[in-house]
């Protein structure tokens, strides 16, 4: 049996370097910023009848994602370390 104690176990290190943690949130929010935009963009000018679920879905998904991981991201670079 291992013994699980606090002193025998490893501290935790993140998979990004902290360092990162600005740049990566401004980034992530940028292209979720920019993939809502275009979505945006496409709800304005395409016809109601003419718009394509297929399409709308390649954007907002990709939008999301980016966006929601760049929250993360922008909550571990302030400290609040979700």
Partial sequence: MQDWSAS???PF???VDPSL????SFL???????????L???E??????????AYEMTLALP???F????IVMLFSAIGIHV
Avoid: W
Wanted: net charge positive; with cysteine; proline share 2%.
């Fill in 8 to 10: 025998n176990l490893a």
């Fill in 13 to 15: 290190a993140s998979p």
């Fill in 21 to 24: 943690f600005v740049t990566l």
């Fill in 28 to 38: 992530l929010v940028g292209c979720g910023l920019g993939a809502a935009s275009l």
């Fill in 40 to 42: 945006f963009v496409y």
């Fill in 44 to 53: 304005l000018n395409v016809a109601k009848n003419a718009r394509s679920i």
């Fill in 63 to 65: 939008s999301s994602v």
């Fill in 67 to 70: 966006l929601g991981f760049g």
